[in-house]
């Protein structure tokens, strides 16, 4: 029997990753387990070359993997496109996200404004540089550590306004999703997987990879709040 595939990946992706993972081991009787830590420490981990079969994230992140070495050129399969959203605890105020400028006003008339380390944290910064409103936020912006919900520091109250990847906000309680971004700032992101160069079961890995971005993954993937890439 082949052996278990190790994979890793961001917190995005672990409740996608794991329904994949549990679908196509009942396909193939194969064997797969995924570690979701946060992306900056999974690509980290990576590039030391811990020993892994996979390696899903940001796909900017798998390519400099593949340029440094540490994942195998011409794996790289785009598997799924996330969109970021926006939470407050559960029973807070309806607020107007239907613009640009409205998404604008709640984010300077929120008391704190929690974002990731992600990627999509990454651009959120840079979208209120380009409003020119980082200097109002100084002292409100509350980044979660890695591997952190920022939907966690909503339902505790230490966030008023959370920004993360609606796939990690629809499985927590204790918020309320208040919308995605608007379409005209709508931060996506790309995930992809790789074969990691440590691997010893290359064909097993490329074989997972392309059922995790079939058709037939489709539903799962919608199913946990994105898109086929």
């Given amino acids: 029997m082949t052996a278990t595939l ?3 990946s961001s917190m995005a992706t672990r409740q ?10 009942q396909r193939t009787d194969a064997r797969v387990q995924v ?27 798998i390519d400099k993997l ?5 994942a195998v050129a011409g794996s790289r399969v785009d598997i799924v496109e996330s969109g970021v959203a926006i939470a407050v605890k559960a029973g807070a105020p309806r607020l107007d996200l239907s613009s640009e400028e409205a998404l ?9 404004v929690g974002y990731s380390t992600g990627p999509s944290g990454v651009a959120l910064v840079k979208l209120f540089e380009r409003w020119r409103i980082a200097q109002d936020l100084q002292g409100k912006l509350v980044q979660a550590p890695p591997g952190v919900p920022v939907g966690s ?3 505790r109250g230490d966030v008023a306004l ?55 993954a489709a539903v799962a993937k919608r199913r946990n709040g994105m898109e086929p890439a």
Avoid: N
């Fill in 16 to 25: 996608v990753l794991t329904e994949l993972a549990q679908a196509y081991g």
């Fill in 66 to 70: 593949i340029a440094g070495g540490q």
């Fill in 153 to 155: 520091l909503v339902a």
């Fill in 162 to 216: 959370g920004f993360q990847q609606l796939s990690e906000l629809i499985h927590l309680e204790g918020i309320t999703i208040a919308g995605p971004m608007p379409l005209a700032v709508q931060i996506k992101t790309i995930f992809a997987g790789a074969l990691c160069a440590s691997s010893k079961q290359p064909d097993a890995v490329r074989a997972l990879l392309a059922f995790m971005a079939s058709p037939d």
């Fill in 35 to 61: 570690e979701s830590v946060g992306g900056v420490d999974a690509a980290k981990r990576v590039a030391a070359g811990e020993p892994f079969d996979f390696v899903v994230l940001a796909s900017d992140a």
């Fill in 6 to 8: 190790q994979g890793i």
């Fill in 104 to 112: 604008k006003r709640a984010v300077l008339a929120a008391p704190t």
